[in-house]
């Protein structure tokens, strides 16, 4: 049923700027079974690909050039030495060399490293060759299956009887229609996937414009309770600041008042890691990667490194001051976990879920975690990791999962294309949806998903949208324009299908003061992981979810900036949105060159103005806010605000804000609510209003939030307060 191809990635690279040359390892790859197709049809390839005569499957772009070869020094291209590509062209290391008449399909074996301790990225590799897995196999004994786990099939396996394309036993989306090698499949057909449309200009699109430099590379990011932005990223060879006369800094402080940035130490890899903040305002750094002693030996193991910044609003001591980490078991975490997500509760506790234990192959059971842990109200462990099926069934895409808290207290959890509603107190499946149609949206294919914002206008319904997504990992991949919209505490939720403009990957969405949510940064092709896409998407989108199907989506302006993998977007205080990073490769490259064009790194920091505070709105923002108390609880209880507002003002709403923790298309913990507000007068320009906080820590858990006073959609200054 299937047949294979092989396809990989060379082991060093070399990558010439402003004089330095990178050594590094490539990426890590593991690979998946391609179907074979019909070529009278074209039925059988992923979507994106199209089908040879010989039954094989190849990137449709490039399937009217006819096949070459590799010569033995590992170049290709034509069939003549003079005409071969180099290694280094970037066109090889995706899977394919293509010259003016030929491409070549690479035959050399993956090779992956036994060691951890590495810089590389799991790669979910586009198709590659193995053999047919045999229809009448032996049964699985553990969930694997298909032509790389000996030819098993799937049986009655209690996750499903289908085997994906990776090699895993189940029932979802994920492992039925193309790609599936062997069983049946239950799913019932899937809803279309809707094509791109149109999104008009917006009549005030705003503007980018670059501010700063981050130092380092934005690979994580936060707005901390000073108002000032922390920077965070892995162990590198180059950045711009220093701790020490020997060594690099690999975090900043970011002043957006100032553009002043100051070096910040920490003690274990940072390198993908997860976040969240603390119930007293703490931000917490989870998990990571294992330390690169050749680069910087100072910088510890940090698969189960917890870290912590304390910034505060009122003490400015605090500024500037490093990351607190205690190098014990008894302050990591249970398990390693590299890609985890973490998501605050009602009691001040943080979910921690997913992750990749050791750093390798996905499609290997052993390297993976798909279990969650809890952190205690000051950020340490409980010590249990407990499996958690949803990650198990959608393995490999398993990693940095999305998660939003709900009215009720539970957790809905979307992976891979797959979602549900968890209790964690009882460990237990609430509820589960129809799998989202499309693409792959979660990592290495993450799109963008935000928890639409609350009222007590509709008893504080969670709504979720998820945008964007790719079919695959590999520079080649198509991405999704397609985004799904559910209820999940409705009676029989369903998605609502709309579109995008274009399909992105690595599309990140802010939620926006004025109820409107801000979509930026990605890539039309590929998906994450190092010189892995490209087409940068550089556009703002605007989604105002109020209005109509098909009526959402406007566009904003457009930078000059690619912001590819490894990028951030945060709303500030003057809301305003910083945009930083982009750091698609191993190790930072600091110079553009032929061939590599948008695989930079990049230290330049941007703002986007949204289109409340461009042209004369800027003038119409409420001043002089003030508010009766910075500590506040979610329990419908009352505070005061006092504000100057414009003559002609009509009406005001008032948002709660939580910005979360940011990386890799995430905002972890991100969420908004707008409360009731008594008191306000249309014309007057001294105001006083009594503002309502939401009912239960449900709705608001306790941390740092925002309070945005906004005046016919114009914000002001926020201010920080505490929930607790």
Not at 41 to 57: N, P
Not at 132 to 139: F, K, S
Not at 673 to 688: C, S
Not at 719 to 724: L, N, R, T, Y
């Amino acid at each position: 049923m299937a047949r294979s191809f092989s396809f990989f990635f060379f082991s060093l690279f070399f990558l010439l700027t402003a004089g330095i040359i990178h050594i590094t390892t490539a990426n890590l790859i593991f690979t998946h079974i391609q179907p074979t197709c019909d070529s009278s049809t074209g039925s059988g390839c992923l979507r994106g690909q199209t089908c040879l005569a010989d039954q094989t499957c190849i990137d449709a772009r490039i399937s009217n050039r006819a096949v070459g070869f590799r010569g033995p020094d590992g170049r290709c291209g034509e069939t003549s030495s003079e005409h071969y590509r180099s290694p280094l062209d970037r066109k090889c290391q995706r899977g394919g060399c293509d010259s003016e008449a030929k491409i070549s399909i690479p035959a050399i074996s993956p090779t992956t490293s036994q060691h951890h301790h590495h810089q590389s990225e799991p790669v979910l590799g586009s198709p590659t060759a193995s053999g047919t897995a045999a229809a009448t196999g032996a049964v699985t004994a553990d969930g694997t299956c298909g032509a790389k786990n000996g030819d098993t099939i799937c049986g009655n396996w209690h996750l499903g009887s289908c085997c994906s394309m990776y090699g895993f036993c189940g029932n979802t989306l994920s492992h039925c229609g193309a790609g599936c090698q062997s069983g049946p499949c239950d799913q019932a057909p899937s809803i279309p996937v809707p094509s791109p449309s149109p999104a008009p200009l917006n009549a005030n699109p705003g503007a980018f414009r670059v501010v700063g430099d981050s130092g380092v590379p934005a690979m994580h990011a936060a707005l901390l309770p000073n108002g000032k932005v922390v920077f965070l990223d892995k162990v590198e060879n180059f950045t711009k600041v220093n701790v020490s006369e020997t060594h690099f800094a690999y975090s900043a402080e970011y002043d957006p008042v100032t553009n002043e940035r100051v070096p910040l130490a920490y003690r274990t890899n940072a390198f993908c890691a997860g976040g969240s903040f603390l119930a007293n305002g703490t931000l917490i750094s989870i998990g990571g990667n294992g330390p690169l002693n050749d680069t910087d030996d100072s910088i510890l193991d940090g698969f189960r490194g917890l870290r912590w910044l304390t910034r505060s609003s009122t003490d400015s001591s605090l500024d500037g001051q490093e990351w607190f980490e205690i190098i014990n078991a008894e302050h990591q975490l249970d398990t390693p976990r590299w890609y985890a997500s973490g998501q605050i509760m009602p009691d001040g506790t943080v979910f921690v879920s997913s992750g990749s234990l050791n750093g390798l192959d996905p499609a290997q059971v052993r390297n993976n975690n798909p279990t969650y842990e809890i952190l205690d109200i000051n950020g340490v462990s409980r010590g249990e990791s407990i499996p958690m099926e949803i990650l198990i069934k959608t393995q490999p895409y398993y990693m940095y999962p999305f998660l939003h808290l709900l009215r009720d207290g539970n957790l809905f959890v979307f992976v891979s294309k797959t979602s549900e509603i968890f209790n964690v107190g009882q460990n237990q499946t609430v509820k589960t949806f129809p799998d989202l149609a499309g693409d792959f949206r979660t990592y290495p294919c993450t799109g963008g998903s935000v928890l639409l914002p609350l009222s007590s206008e509709n008893e504080w319904e969670p709504e979720v949208v998820i945008c964007g997504g790719c079919a695959y990992q590999d520079i080649s991949a198509p991405t999704d324009a397609s985004c799904g919209r559910i209820q999940p505490l409705r009676d029989d939720p369903v998605w609502e299908m709309d579109s995008m403009p274009e399909g992105r990957t690595m599309v990140e969405s802010i939620l926006l003061p004025d109820g409107t949510v801000l979509w930026l940064n990605g890539a039309n092709r590929g998906a994450q992981g190092f010189l892995l896409s490209e087409d940068p998407t550089t556009t703002a989108l605007i989604y105002d979810p109020t209005a109509d199907l098909g009526k959402r989506w406007t566009s904003g302006a457009s930078s000059t900036i690619p912001r590819l993998y490894h990028s951030v977007a945060l709303l500030l205080l003057d809301g305003t949105v910083m945009v930083a990073g982009s750091n698609p490769v191993q190790m930072p490259v600091l110079k553009q060159s032929p061939g590599n064009e948008g695989n930079v790194t990049q230290f330049q920091v941007e703002i986007y103005t949204p289109p409340y505070l461009s042209g004369d709105n800027a003038e119409r923002r409420p001043s002089n806010i003030e508010l009766s108390t910075m500590d506040l609880k979610a329990d419908s209880s009352t505070f005061e605000i006092s504000f100057t507002a414009p003559e002609d003002a009509k009406a005001v709403k008032v948002a709660l804000y939580h910005g979360g923790f940011v990386t890799h298309s995430l905002h972890m913990g991100h969420r908004m609510a707008f409360l009731d507000t008594k008191g306000f007068e249309a014309g007057e320009r001294g105001q006083k209003i009594s503002v309502t906080m939401p009912p239960t820590r449900n709705v608001a858990p306790p941390g740092p939030y925002v309070v945005y006073v906004v005046l016919d959609g114009v914000p002001g200054m926020g201010q920080f307060v505490m929930v607790s």
